[in-house]
């Protein structure tokens, strides 16, 4: 009898296709989940990283809200949780006050949770209104004049809630709930705006060696992922705003219009913070290290002056001089924070009996040696309260227009006053 020889496989055309279909389909979600894991880095990649198997990216990814919640529920019992602001922006519609009660180090407020989720909601709802009037003028051409007006008034409305979003995770809580409530304080941050600012430029002094001498490049992006949480969380909770991460430091400003007359006073207080969570965080991650450095640390530089706000294309930040000089002043020696000119004169006039002013220099690349100021405040006897906004929109507002009363309505109002004497 002959062998029966193992017949081959043969594949077919359609099956072939089949398979070339699904492995790009499977290739795009992960590329999805990736991008979703880039956006809400850090919180995501922060959690993943502390519980490797039990965090399922793509339940969150693809809104398994159930499923997800009930995931970080487990995760929290028991365990010393941390959740960020950037994992509170996640679109979980089924977050309670009970589930936020377990999350204390959340920023974000219930009701502001609820308002952003459904500010999003509106903002897919525009886009998908425009591309519907983009494909409408394909077919109807007759009436291209008034799809081109209605989609015009569509994307301005569209810029009005895209700049109100990009400002939310930047401030605290309190005024992101003042931010959906008033008007008067989202044109506060109108874009092209003058105003005057501290502006405050963070630096980890001595970066690159440690990036060299981590034990992994995994390890070193977890240690400079979780250390960025902390400063921006304390430049929030400080009245400042969150600017950027700038790959080695954190920019931020604290503008007089927002962080009112004391914003000198909140920026020095969070500079002060930072140096605290910077010495916690390093000295607790020794484990991320082949060799502790001793003297890593963060260099502060501070300046204030006029700056413009830029609040376009999704990005809120500032332009101007003290945003060059803050920088640049960043790079003092780690653990220092100085000023420069500008800044010390304000702090001389709001606080001259309280401080102590100890003079520096820093050399800056060229433009050469520079003098620069450290600053030691006495807190006792200074009473400082938190910003009171109502008084700012007043100062910082745009002016309101007080109707002209008429000759007509003089009349109107004279005789009424005389049958309320009758």
Sequence with gaps: MEENKPQKETVSKADAKKNETESKTQTLKDTKTKAFSTEFNPGINSLKNRFPNTLNLTDISQRNNSKAITLLEEMAEGSPLHLTKSFADIPIRTFTKENYAQWPHIDYGISTITQQLNLQDEITGLKKKMAD????????????????????????????????????????????????????????????????????????????????????????????????????????????????FTGDGILAFFPDFYSGKNSLYFALKAAEECHQAFREHYNNSRSCFNVF??????????????????????????????????????????????????????????????????????????????????????????????????????????????????????????????????
């Excluded at 015009?152 to 939310?168: A, D, M």
């Excluded at 959906?180 to 506060?188: E, T």
Aim: aromatic fraction near 6%; include cysteine.
């Design 133 to 244: 009037l983009i494909k409408s003028s394909e077919v109807d051409k007759a009436d291209k004049k008034k799809i081109a007006t209605d989609f015009k008034l569509l994307q301005s409305e569209l810029l009005v809630k895209e700049k109100i979003n990009h400002i939310i995770p930047r401030i605290c809580e309190a005024g992101r709930e003042l931010l959906f409530k008033s008007d008067a304080f989202k044109a506060l941050f109108a874009d092209a705006r003058s105003c005057q600012s501290v502006v405050v430029s963070i630096d980890i002094r001595r970066s690159t060696e440690l990036m060299l001498k981590a034990r992994k490049p995994e390890l070193f992006a977890k240690f400079i992922t979780e250390l960025t949480q902390k400063l921006s969380s304390i430049i929030i909770s400080n009245y400042g705003v969150f600017d950027k």
């Design 293 to 422: 450095i001793k003297d890593a640390g963060l260099g502060i530089g501070v300046d204030y002056g006029q700056v413009t706000l830029v609040n376009t294309n999704n990005e809120l930040t500032v332009v101007g001089i003290p945003v060059v000089y803050a920088c640049r002043m960043s790079g003092a020696k780690a653990g220092d924070t100085i000023l420069n000119q500008p800044a010390l004169e304000l702090a001389e006039e709001l606080y001259s009996t309280q401080i102590k002013v100890i003079e520096t220099e820093i050399n800056i690349k060229n433009e050469g040696t520079a003098v620069a100021y450290k600053l030691e405040i006495n807190e006792k006897g200074l009473t400082i309260g938190k910003p009171d906004w109502q008084e700012l929109i007043k100062e910082y507002g745009p002016p309101v227009d007080i109707p002209k009363v008429t000759t007509r309505k003089k009349q109107i109002i004279k005789k009424a006053k005389k049958n309320i004497k009758k």
